[in-house]
């Protein structure tokens, strides 16, 4: 008779419903493919008589999550409710009842996965979290084994599809921030309350336990600095344009071999750049080290079916090591525990890039010459310039520069001074470019 591997899903919401009717709709591909049967023996969800538009025998749904973990059939406990708390102490719990674990939960992944990392090994058991960062993208696949023998020194992400496609709209639709974010909501792309997506929160998350599995250091989530597209106005993105440029939020972690450089905030990407190609609620992921130049893996980041498609695929590689009597055949910090070292993340005030910068000016003789003083005091250099045309009479115009390398200290230093002059109309704006 066909093995039967017995899952407990807890959270029954977008992705919970993909993961039931991938596991009905593809049951036959999976069997053919694992050689066994995997099948859903308990759900639970605080509400479960809501219709998820996918078949389901009441029977297997319950209000208490203690019914899946202490299920004593169940081999492998889904966890799909998000946030820290209960996920992270019904995943201690699951693990601590022998559970395998398979969770999309890149939030309690971030600030807790060196805990719940150390128990899955203490217990000699297996943790997926595929679906925790790029949707269907195979990212931590890759760089836990396809990338295992290559040293990886940088990895940057379009890692949010909601800001992905709120600045997609205004760039293509010259429409404004909050109506791009009110179109995003009305989609259902957008959460009720997108903070975490559009203040570049969700994407702190994703690039810290991406820079965890490629560097094998503990990331701490409060060392990473984070800037998201809230600021971002119409202005930047057509100035921008002229420039030859798109403005994204990147996810950012370089690797110089002493420290870490991991932020995330809107870039300037040259426009013939693949990444500033990647429009709407696309991801992409590009990794470069030491053996292959650069690798872009671009898909679809959010959704029941292809987060829903990242979580099965975990379960069916857990399956495969219950099935095979495999254990920890790969350590779920990407690196064996023994070989986690500290590497220090730099302060973002040490970095140097290239900066566009833009002032709101009062149009009169002498005001270029004022600013240019200031940014060549701060060792600043002056790349291209571009002075939009005079408005009414006594009215301000924007005036946009780009820089050549910066220290990012320095150019801070000199936007403060800037910001004092008489002849400055509103708080002055920068963004980091990314080639
Ligand atoms: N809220 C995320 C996004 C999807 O907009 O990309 C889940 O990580």
Redesign the pocket.
Known sequence: MMRKINVGIIGFGTIGSGVLKILQDNSDVIRKRLGAIVEVVKIADLDITSDRGVRVDPKLLTTQAQEVIKHPEVDVVVELIGGYEPARSLILQAVNEGKHVVTAN?ALLAKHGSEIFSAVENQQLSIGFEAAVG?AIPIIRAIRESFVANKIYSIEGI?????NYILSKMSDEQCSFDLALKEAQDKG???ADPTF?IEGI?SAHKIAILSQLAYGTPVNFGDITIQGISGVSIDDIECAREFGYRIKLLAISKFDGDSVDIRVHPAMIPQSNLMANVNGVL?AVRVCDDLMEENILIGH??GSLPTGSAVVADIIEISRDILSGSKLRVSPRSFLSTSIKTIPILNIESIDSEYFLRFSVFDNPGVLSLISGILGKYSIGIFSVIQKGRCDEGKAVPLIMMTHHSNEKNIQLALREIDKLKVVYEKSNFIRVEK
């Open positions: 890149k949707g890692v949010n599809g909601t800001a792309f957008a959460e997506d969700d991801n980041g959010a």
